[in-house]
């Protein structure tokens, strides 16, 4: 696990960092503004409103929402995979365009990790697609602080999958410090 932030999160709490974030679970009235920050964040894919409605209630436990001055500079969502429950799929990173270059995404996932709900998670799974350079950078900065032991795999390929509409989608996996 990423042991920098020692911070544990119950869902009516929050914490404040030294760079003016606030961390916390999402709430249902959040799931509007999650979809308007994912569309403002290429190439992430952008799913239906319905489904960041469901992240924010349904996957509330795994996901996490960053703010700053009352707006939401940040949100992951990710979830147990179900066959292997300590394995945290992180399936969307988004970080507003104020909020970049501030270290914010890698933060959302140290925080995301501290939870005591997560404490059993031994390994974090992600794919990403070969040209998302800022993906590619965070979760290697992840792996790092976990030992470099993370490994990558092609997961969806672009035409066996994809049918050649989407570029292939590439596991990373990547045990947790425990």
Known sequence: MITMAPWAMAPETSTKTQEEFVFRKPKR??????????ESCPPLDTNSSYCNFLQT????????????????AGFVSAYRVPEKENTLFIWQVAVGEKARGKGLAFKMIQQLLARDDL???????????????????????????????????????????FDGEHDSEYLYRIPLKQ
Do not use: P, Y
């Open 29 to 38: 009235t959040d799931g509007n503004r999650v979809h308007s920050l994912i």
């Open 119 to 161: 404490s059993d998670i031994c390994c974090i799974e992600t794919t990403i697609t070969r040209l998302n350079k800022a993906s590619w950078a965070l979760f290697k900065k992840v792996d790092q602080a976990n030992g470099n032991l993370g490994e990558v795999s092609l997961f969806l390929d672009e035409e066996k999958h």
């Open 57 to 72: 209630t349904h996957f509330k436990d795994t996901c996490i929402v960053a703010e700053s001055d009352g707006e939401m």
